[in-house]
């Protein structure tokens, strides 16, 4: 256990610099960012995930966020035990039949102002699930979208690009209603 | 009076009882259960020889006897059978629906002094999968759990159906993103057999490759996730960048992190590039340097060790009973490796072991894990010092004289034995494809082994067994 803290020590930061902001992102955020976004959000977001029917591979990279190299918490984002903590939905999936209400009721116990951020391709339009029987397709067709992450799944970096490009895009509506 | 090899059979009701009465004997073991319009199907293999039968039944009026009735493993595949394909099986103990949420679900009671419930899910605190789970406690202590899955239940099976084989195999991909390669693998595995292509050897070995870099990922994810779980953050953070040099590697050599769509009937998307081999070299030099001091902290730990040991226990009984895989059954005394027998190539030409232990609790469920690391990197040394030369691909001749074709495989993910089956129409279209998730037979056994611990060690004895929603969903 010494030998592991000694390591850690003189091993030095493993966290890699941020990536660049994705401006695809920033277009697409720039139409549903608006006056609603309130100051007292300042640089830091809260974020819920929600996995409304995925393969889990999302999940994977979603929880590769949170290791050393990407260190999600130190942009201010952090994920959350409950919708009621949130300001983020990240969902993934092509949501399925079986968790179509789930998803509305998550969405509906998150206080406004808050996003959506239909994560991976099966969250987009249903990706290989698409014409499911037993999916709806698409994030979108249960709750309004605000950004979407492509990907099979997103790597880590996809996923902290589109999610910056929404940090940014609530603090700077911020300093302008300010 | 069965035939056991993999050539499926169609068999009598009498016969189809017969086999269910030897399985409720423990003679057999279940691998699989499913069905399509007017058949049921399953697969069984025998416990002393590890031979493997497929048997079908005709469903006269949709109906078949049932073998939840006497073998309960089969109770959850007969329900989601019922509610998507709408065969009845006779005698079936519980007719709730399954996959298939329509209304009110009735959980089962639980009766006593002081009992209270608690509901869970299916949207979770953590990052994690949807599926509602019911505890019913008195004080702290669990008294039942139910699970209720389905909440990923996507309709796979239905989505293979008419499907060319390309698509149905980034269908198969998907079926649980964390065994993404193993699942590919199964499914390439079975339309091979169906077809009779032999692969080249290079592709052979390539797969292999992958599907023990996917072991490593995973396994290193769980480790540090069930430390994590015990408040032990140090070893989360170790690990998941151990976790993270992995698919690094895989993502540099093979153009996906989590390497999808990368095996393909035939053979495989993806070589390996000029510079792989130092890659990989590289990786298990780093791993073999880091990992033993992690190891150590792990067993030298007793705040640690204090919440892992003795909890969660799954009896040996029930391992065999429902032919628990993976580390799940490993860890319960079950010596079970698809990857040893039935076996298939490469590994009838590597040397490595599989770790057996009794204990069935948390900390064993984490040194099978461990152990398995450690054969994993052996292994992927061997392939590296084996890799045939040649092409990684034979191009699937679509051969409509051949007819209509069946196969089937057996393939060891990281979570245990995947089951692909597969028949083939003209052209190259699936006319049924059914993959089932290793999390079949493992769910249940949660259930059990959390009956007596406290609520507050359910996410410790969850993800020692972390079993797949999606997989077992579809």
């Not at chain 2, 419930?117 to 949807?130: D, R, S």
């Not at chain 2, 649980?176 to 290079?202: C, H, K, M, N, Y």
């Not at chain 2, 059914?434 to 056994?445: A, I, K, M």
Request: hydrophobic share 45%; aromatic share 6%; glycine share 10%.
């Amino acid at each position: 256990m010494r030998r592991l803290l000694f390591k850690s020590f003189v091993q030095g930061t493993l966290t890699e610099p941020a990536p660049a902001i994705d401006d695809g992102a920033l277009t697409e955020l720039a139409a549903r960012v608006n006056q609603a976004s309130h100051k007292r959000l300042g640089r830091a977001l809260s974020i819920r995930e929600v996995d409304a029917g995925s393969c889990n591979g999302c999940e994977l990279e979603i929880q590769a966020l949170s290791n050393v190299l990407y260190d999600l918490e130190r942009f201010g984002l952090r994920f959350v035990a409950s919708p009621r903590h949130a300001d983020v939905l990240l969902v993934t999936g092509p949501v399925t039949a079986n968790m179509r209400e789930a998803l509305e009721r998550t969405y509906l116990a998150t206080p406004d102002p808050k996003w959506v951020v239909a994560t991976g391709d099966c969250a987009r339009d249903g990706g290989v699930f698409a014409g499911s029987s037993a999916c709806v397709g698409g994030v979108s067709q249960v709750v309004p979208v605000d950004l979407h992450i492509r990907g099979c799944p997103p790597s880590p970096v996809a996923l902290l690009k589109g999610l910056l490009a929404l940090l940014e895009s609530v603090a700077a509506e911020a300093s302008r209603s300010a | 009076m069965l035939s056991l090899n993999w050539r499926r059979s169609i068999v009598r009701r009498e016969d189809w009882e017969h086999a269910a009465g030897r399985l409720q004997a423990g003679e057999l073991a279940l691998l699989g259960l499913w069905g399509e319009p007017r058949t049921a199907h399953m697969a069984v293999m025998e416990r002393d020889t590890n031979a493997c039968a497929v048997l079908s039944v005709e469903c006269e009026a949709n109906r078949y006897p049932s073998v939840g009735r006497l073998h309960a493993p089969a109770i959850r595949p007969e329900r989601a059978v019922r509610d998507l394909v709408g065969l009845e099986p006779e005698g079936l103990p519980d007719t709730r629906p399954w996959l298939r949420h329509t209304g009110a679900y009735r959980f089962l009671p639980a009766e006593g002094e002081s009992l209270h419930q608690i509901p869970v899910g299916p949207v979770h605190a953590g990052i994690i999968e949807p599926g509602h789970f019911r505890f019913t406690a008195n004080g702290e202590t669990v008294v039942r759990l139910e699970e209720r899955l389905g909440y990923a239940h996507k309709g796979v099976d239905s989505l293979m159906v008419g499907a060319l084989t390309e698509r149905a195999a980034a269908l198969a991909g998907r079926v649980s993103g964390d065994s993404t390669v193993a699942f590919s693998l199964a499914f390439a595995q079975a339309v091979e057999a169906a077809l009779e292509i032999d692969i080249p050897s290079r592709a052979v070995w390539l797969r292999a490759l992958l599907a023990e870099l996917e072991r490593l990922a995973n396994h290193f994810g769980d480790i540090g996730a069930v430390c994590n779980d015990a408040a032990f953050a140090i070893m989360h953070a170790q690990f998941g960048l151990l976790r993270e040099r992995v698919l690094r590697t895989a993502d540099a050599c093979f153009g996906h992190r989590l390497m999808m769509d990368r095996v393909i009937p035939g053979g495989l998307l993806h070589d390996l590039p000029a510079d792989g081999e130092g890659r990989l070299r590289t990786l298990i030099a780093e791993v073999r340097k880091d990992f033993p001091d992690l190891i150590e902290v792990y067993d030298n730990t007793a705040s640690l060790k204090d919440r892992t040991v003795g909890t969660g226990i799954l009896s040996p009984a029930l391992a065999q009973q429902f032919a628990a895989g993976g580390f799940i059954g490993r860890a319960s005394g079950r010596n079970f490796d698809a990857r040893r027998s039935p076996g298939y190539a490469p590994y009838d030409s590597m040397q490595f072991e599989v770790p057996v232990v009794q204990a069935g609790d948390v900390n064993a469920r984490v040194w099978i894990r461990i152990r398995e690391v450690e054969q994993s990197l052996a292994l992927i040394e061997q392939i590296l010092a084996q890799l045939p030369s040649g092409s990684i691909c034979t191009p699937l001749a679509t051969r409509p004289e051949a007819g209509v074709r069946e196969g089937t495989a057996l393939v060891e993910g990281f979570r245990g034995d995947i089951l692909a089956w597969i028949r083939v129409g003209p052209g190259g279209r699936v006319e049924r494809c059914h993959l089932r998730d290793p999390s079949w037979f493992q769910w249940p056994l949660l259930e059990a082994a959390i009956e007596g611990n406290i609520v507050a060690d359910f996410p410790l004895c969850n993800k020692s067994f972390n079993c797949s929603y999606s997989g077992h969903d579809l």
